[in-house]
C-alpha cells in the first residue's frame, strides 16, 4: 500500500515549521502504538489493516443481504441515533456520492434512502412514512 503523504507547507503563514517540526517524535510514537495495536483503545483498531484482511464470509452475506434489499425495496430507512446513524449516513454517502439524486436511483434500481430516528420532529417522521 502507499504511503499518505501531506504537503503543509502553506500552512507555514499560520504555524512556525518549528512547532510542526517538534510534533515528529509524537506523531512516530502515536505512529507505532497503532500500529502494534498497543495503548489505551487497542482492541478498537480493526480498521488499520483494512482492506488487506477482513472477515470474507461477513463480507459475503453483506453483499448478499444488499442485493436481497435492493431488489425487494424501493425505499430503504435508516433508524439511529449517534453512531448507529452517523457510521450508517457516512458510509452511505461515501459509496453513493455520484448517485445521491432521488432519480438517479430511480433510474438505477437502487432504493431511495431516508434517515429518521435521529430527529424527533413528529412532522419529520410522517414526512417519511408518506414518502
Known sequence: MEKITLDYSQSFNFVDKRNIDNLQDEVSR???LLHNKKGEGSNYLGWID???NY????FKKIKEVAETIRKQSTVFIVVGIGGSYLGARA???MLN????????R???GTPEIYFAGFNISSTYLKNCIII
Not at 472477515?55 to 461477513?58: A, L, N, R
Not at 456520492?97 to 438517479?104: I, L, V
Open 30 to 32: 502515536c505512529h507505532e
Open 50 to 52: 483494512l482492506p488487506e
Open 55 to 58: 472477515d470474507i464470509t461477513e
Open 91 to 93: 458510509a452511505i454517502e
Open 97 to 104: 456520492m455520484d448517485s445521491c439524486t432521488c432519480a438517479h
Open 106 to 108: 430511480r433510474k438505477s
